[in-house]
């Protein structure tokens, strides 16, 4: 084989910033979003520099021929990496509710999409054939209620995601969370979504201290945008055989989950040093 296919989902342990390059209204720090839909995700050089900042800390990991040259070294353009990383897409994002802790939310075009990404991952055949209508929810299980309330919004339950929809999710994420999905997934309309999508993100209010006065220093107050923890996404890696010879396709996949991988965390995006930007890793294995 000369390209082998990683599939992995990411869920937050910590809130997530992965800052866009534009201040948005009154946030001066948004999070990077998809231009057409709003919604949220972390470019591919953002997650592949976050992968090769974790592998420089890896004793024994070929960085060259995983990522290629360091830029830095008068040889950066000799040759590519053989690891291509994608996007990290959005899959379930957490809301506020009033019908319980918190829900997990997302919507038929966001799981068409996920649908898609793994026919080209080469895993699953599982369809997603739901309809939701505007103001309306389906949640991973009936409970007995007729409304289930996201941030102030009430949306009506007439029936839950169908078994392939649940089916489909289950199968990208650990065993262990199946049981919960169940519980806090709810399925809303695309439209709804695009609008919980830019309106149930946490904003945080920052300040500078001047270390002098211990008072807040002028002009520096600011808004910064974040993904909340236990935000759900998901990313692929494709590996290809090296172009310096020095691992096949098959090697590098190894060197990526058995060596990049050995421990299953990554941070990514910005406040590293504040302890945020964790996400946890787990790979989906290729007969899901």
């Known amino acids: 084989m000369t390209t082998e296919t990683l599939f992995l989902t990411l869920m937050a342990e910590t809130s ?17 979003r998809e231009k057409h839909n709003d919604w949220p995700f972390v470019a591919g050089s953002g997650m592949k520099g976050a992968m090769r900042a974790k592998a420089q800390t890896i004793e024994g990991l070929d960085i060259k021929t995983l990522f290629g040259p360091d830029p830095k070294d008068n040889n950066g353009s000799d040759y590519a990496g053989s690891l291509q990383v994608t996007d990290a897409r959005l899959l379930l994002l957490p809301v506020r509710s009033l019908t319980g802790h918190y829900r997990w939310v997302c919507c038929p075009a966001l799981l068409k999409r996920l649908e898609r990404d793994l026919h080209r991952a080469g895993r699953n055949n599982v369809v997603f054939n739901d309809e939701v209508g505007e103001g309306e929810a389906l949640p991973g299980k ?32 650990p065993e262990d969370h199946h049981k919960e999905l169940e519980e806090k997934l709810g399925v809303i309309s695309d439209d709804n979504f695009r609008h919980l999508c830019r309106a149930a993100i946490p904003v945080n209010a920052h300040i500078a201290i001047d270390s002098d006065t211990k008072t807040v220093r002028n002009g520096a107050l600011w808004y910064e945008e ?19 010879s020095k691992m096949s396709a098959a090697e590098g996949k190894t060197a990526v989950t058995e060596q990049l991988f050995a421990t299953p965390y990554l941070q990514v995006g910005g406040n590293e040093t504040t302890g945020m930007g964790w996400f946890k890793v787990n790979q989906v294995q290729e007969n899901a």
């Open 142 to 173: 009936l409970l007995g209620k007729t409304t289930l309330y996201l941030e102030e919004y009430a949306f009506s339950v007439k029936d839950r995601i169908s078994e392939s929809g649940l089916a489909l999710l289950k199968s990208i994420l």
């Open 16 to 32: 997530i910033h992965a800052g866009a390059s534009e201040s948005e209204g009154v946030v001066d720090l948004p999070v990077q």
């Open 226 to 244: 974040s993904l909340a923890p236990d935000t759900i996404m998901y990313t692929m890696i494709v590996v290809q055989k090296s172009r310096n």
